[in-house]
């Protein structure tokens, strides 16, 4: 006999305005990730502006508008912050509206566990079904740890949301809610597929030989990964797995092509594995209700342990920037920030630990400054700028002009192989930049 949850969602059901009153100054509010924004919940909270000081709030991966960022310019009210910042959260950070957090993303459940607070999580569901079950969606990566800690905890029941399957932790029960609100939303914005530039789709072209058949994929967010997708869309390559914090169309072409199997997978067999997932509607019609995905929380998707288990992980992730000596830059610009640390070095290390697995980390040779001055993305070396990855655990580059391993190689190898990437018209100055820093042999002058 199923239980009979009515009445006890009756009794927890608010309107926005009513679910945010329990907001006080000081609070610590959190609107967990991308789709799990609470829209009806963030506006009536802004509207509370003038009789609330110092409610800060976290938030990761949210498009615009976040109202009670863009309400009150001043930060004596409300203070916006973003653990990964989308396009939109980028643009707030240009605007001094948006402080960054850097996190590690594996360790995203630990920190909320041992040294974060959270007064109040306001979280976006799929309806509660029979069972008395929110289904966290897209958000699964990250929801459930906030959840857990926060004293109080609103959920906003949005119609448009995917029902997602899950490994564990993609679902809340309305015994372990506070409130519930519901409402009209919009229909999600039809993000568009980024289309692959024509460089993209050269070092697309330059790692497709390294993806062997059966191997699991990790991709980044982009136009990127979305190359990597379209040119092994088009390959002999067969019966690959998902293994991804994040889930892009890139996926969804590659099932299409009936090239995404997750038959060959040594885990989670048969599964395509991700934490959360931004893209376009058809992405999210093809995540709802479908037994070939499961949605695990980051701990889980971003382990490093369990990253090795897979054979034949490939991760395939994209930078800023490298230096001679094989830092990368893949978050910020100088101090601007651009995204977030994420999940590059969880996957660099457990797709490293991985048998036959490949971590790749891609760019393009130069950049085209807004007066139309190309500059180089590899550089001498990192003056100030925010390093992500490490050069001990950076395993292969790729530009449009090679794939190089530097795992393990001393400074000098390392210059000559990065150096060998570059676009030629950068070659002969960072020669002479490596020789002044005494990590050029004179051997290799060409």
Known sequence: MIKDFKTEYNNKLRTPEEAVAVVKSGDWVDYTSSLGKPVLLDRALAKRRDELHDVKIRGNLITGPIEVAECDESQEHFIYHSWHCSSYERKLCDRGLCYYIPMVFHNNAAYYEYFLNVNVVMVSVSPMDKHGFFNFSVNTGVAAPITRIADIVIVEVNENMPKVHGGYDECIHISDVDFIVEGEHEPFVDNPVTPPKETDKKIAELILPYIVDGATLQLGIGSMPNAVGEIIAKSDVKDLGMHTELCSDAYL???LAGKLTNKRKTINRGKGVFGCAIGSNAL?????????????????VNSPGIIAQIDNMVSINSCVAVDLYGQVASESSGSRQISGTGGQLDFLTGAFASSGGKAFICMSSVYIDRYG????????QFNGDIITSPRSQVYFLATEYGVINIEGRSTWERAELIISIAHPDFRDELIKEAEERKIWRRSNKR
Do not use: M, Q, T
């Open 284 to 300: 999210y019609e093809w995540l709802d209700d479908n037994h070939g995905v499961a949605a695990f929380p980051l701990e889980y």
């Open 373 to 380: 001055n190309p500059h180089s993305r590899i550089k001498p």
């Open 253 to 255: 072409s590659l099932y």
